[in-house]
């Protein structure tokens, strides 16, 4: 799995766990500890589909993407009418399907508040959290536009989880030296460079293959 596909996934995660939470704090709130449990049941299938709506929704919106995710305040304002257009979908959806035998307008405004509460508080985290951990760290080698365009995405978006620490403009004896100086973990290098195996046998061998070689638009497609 990429990282980019395991932040995706530990955001939907994240996500549906408080939409679930949402639920659970509504009907706790609405019944107390008396009638949660028997009212609890009739709500899981109905919820499910209206929680599996609201994934759907959050794809669509684009909150999954790095490019989303990444500014606090558009995350907000998308999540935000997102988690409104499908409670108004729910809604419908109760109403008008005859197999569901509740209508439940009360609970499902009450989910929609506080599931929105968790959902930016965990949002919130989250890109802080990405922005501060620590970064895996990178050597970029050439000066090619596909490099440049890379080398921009990486500082745009700190939550990617990567630091770039070098930039090798040319394949020269003081590489293995700065690569070791510096603590890097992968060296990002154009295709044409990737084949030149003399300069891959080198970075292995003086490295003992403690770093990683990739091709900059594989690597590319990997973070994204």
Do not use: C
Not at 113 to 123: E, K, M, P, T, Y
């Amino acid at each position: 799995m990429s990282r980019g596909a395991y932040r995706a996934f530990i955001l939907l995660l994240g996500d549906v766990l408080l939409f679930w939470a949402g639920l659970l704090s509504a009907l706790f709130v609405r019944y107390g500890s008396d009638k949660f449990t028997r009212e609890l049941p009739i709500h899981i299938v109905p919820f499910s589909i209206v929680f599996g709506l609201w994934v759907l929704l959050f794809y669509i919106a684009g909150l999954y993407e790095v490019r989303t995710v990444s500014d606090y305040q558009r995350t907000l304002k998308i999540g935000v009418s997102s988690m409104l257009a499908g409670g108004i979908l729910a809604m419908a959806l109760f109403y008008f399907v005859p197999a569901f035998t509740i209508t439940p307008k009360t609970n499902l405004i009450m989910t929609v508040g506080f599931a929105s509460v968790l959902i930016i508080a965990w949002r919130s985290f989250f890109t802080s959290a990405s922005k501060h951990t620590s970064k895996i760290r990178i050597a970029l080698l050439g000066s090619s536009g596909g490099i440049e365009e890379l080398a921009s995405t990486i500082e745009a978006y700190p939550q990617l989880g990567y630091t770039i620490v070098a930039r090798l403009a040319d394949i020269d004896e003081k590489i293995l030296a700065l690569i070791a100086e510096r603590k890097v973990d992968i060296v990002v290098a154009p295709k044409e460079a990737r084949s030149d195996g003399v300069l891959v046998q080198a970075l292995y061998e003086a490295l003992h293959g403690r770093i990683r070689l990739i091709d900059a638009s594989v690597f590319y497609e990997q973070i994204l």
